[in-house]
């Protein structure tokens, strides 16, 4: 099966088609033109992918004239309810668009003004993520393999949720956990999130559950955002088996609090501190999941290819599971548009998404004092299992170093990778 991700690369490469890569806007003329519209979708997703390259590069420039006549271009072929190559190109363009528009502060804000956070539709499309695509399942499953081995004979048990998971995460685990040979521990699991009401729903159904399975249980909520975390409001205990997860979370803490005219080599992030913090609690283990994606360049050119690469294949593993027409399938895609304007348009403290490689994420947890662990061959088997059953043949797990990676076809998405305290002698 060929997607729009095996297009754009080989669209990049391919000699025949490099000409596209240094298009004239005034060799394009009007967007209206007929043969414009009765190309195929597949010599449209190709055009479109050159529009969007060479647009790209006139915006890294401030080439605004030139930029503005590409984003004529672009706008009249894309579309938000078209082909997946449409899908994708509206997105971009309103994300090249916008960073266009910060050239004028004043017309940027007001077009574009700061409005309230709504935390219960983040997790609405958190939720419309977890049902649609079988990665952060995968994560859960995994990450709860590592606990559990990690937590064997442990009598007293303490999970750290950083940035509050899915309920169901935990309910497998309790019901794990009922069934151990030895009993179940005394489980607290400390949730932190934004949204009060869905810390209150979480709590419930877990106590639920835990009085079902009649297992000792504690709930703890913070409420709170992870870059203004106090890991004193954990509440850890001496005596307890830490352990400690997070899902998507750790990258927005990457952001620099220094002055962004600082050399990017001074740069320091909350990352630092925070990690130093969570180092301090000894955890038993701590499970990180992030996009295996490099959107954290200061290069623009290279961000947008990047990001391109990553959300075409986000992209194609919708178009092959969900119908085109899904509403469910339109917010999950309007998430990742949000992604997508905030890895490409915005910058220093404002720019959040920066997504980066297993490979940087352990440098930096090595640097703050952990030692990786590897994650064990039958949670890489319990993984491949809930993949044969989810559909599509394009979806894989592959492990490296201890660490496992979710794929669609060969491009890896997502890693799971699993770490503990390491003590400075």
């Not at 690469?309 to 917010?331: G, I, K, N, W």
Request: some cysteine.
């Amino acid at each position: 099966m060929t997607g729009i991700a095996d297009e754009l690369s080989s669209s990049v490469n391919s000699s025949p088609l490099t000409s596209f890569m240094s298009i004239s806007p005034t060799s394009l003329g009007s967007p209206y033109a007929p043969w414009l519209r009765d190309l195929k979708s597949d010599e449209r997703g190709l055009f479109l992918i050159h529009l969007l390259l060479n647009c790209a590069t006139h915006v890294a420039s401030g080439n605004i004239d030139q930029a503005n006549a590409f984003l004529e271009q672009i706008s009249f072929l894309a579309s938000p309810d078209g082909d997946t190559m449409q899908r994708i190109a509206s997105y971009f363009t309103e994300a090249l668009a916008r960073r266009l528009l910060r050239s004028w502060p004043g017309l940027y804000r007001a077009l574009n003004p700061d409005l309230p956070d709504s935390s219960a539709s983040r997790f609405h499309a958190r939720r419309l993520f977890l049902d649609l695509f079988p990665f952060l399942r995968l994560s859960f499953l995994v990450s709860n393999q590592a606990i559990l081995e990690a937590m064997e004979s442990e009598k007293v048990v303490h999970i750290v949720d950083l940035g509050g998971s899915d309920p169901s995460q935990w309910i497998a685990l309790l019901q794990t956990l009922a069934a151990r040979q030895e009993g179940p521990p005394h489980l607290r699991i400390t949730a932190v999130a934004e949204s009060r009401e869905f810390l209150t729903h979480m709590a419930s159904i877990l106590s639920k559950e835990a009085e079902k399975l009649d297992i000792p249980f504690q709930f703890h909520a913070v409420i709170s955002r992870l870059e203004a975390l106090n890991v004193e409001s954990l509440r850890v205990k001496t005596g307890e088996a830490l352990a400690i997860t997070t899902a998507l979370q750790l990258h927005s803490l990457l952001a620099p609090e220094d002055d962004p005219a600082t050399p990017r080599k001074h740069f320091s992030t909350k990352l630092e501190s925070f990690l130093s913090s969570l180092w301090g609690l000894s955890p038993k283990i701590m499970v990180v999941t992030e996009q295996e994606s490099n959107h954290n360049g200061s290069n623009l050119k290279d961000r947008f290819m990047e990001a391109l690469y990553f959300y075409a294949a986000m992209f194609d593993c919708l178009e092959s599971t969900v119908p085109r027409h899904s509403a469910e399938r339109a917010l999950v895609e309007k998430l990742f548009g949000e992604e997508i304007k905030n890895i490409i348009a915005c910058e220093g403290s404002e720019r959040k998404e920066r997504h980066e490689k297993l490979e940087s994420w352990k440098q930096r947890l090595e640097m703050a004092g952990f030692w990786r662990v590897g994650l064990s061959y039958y949670g890489l088997m319990q993984a491949r299992r809930i993949l044969q059953g989810f559909g599509s043949d394009g979806y894989q797990v592959k492990e490296e170093n201890g660490s496992f990676f979710f794929c669609w076809q060969e491009r890896a998405l997502f890693s799971v990778s699993a770490w503990r305290f390491r003590r400075y002698d």
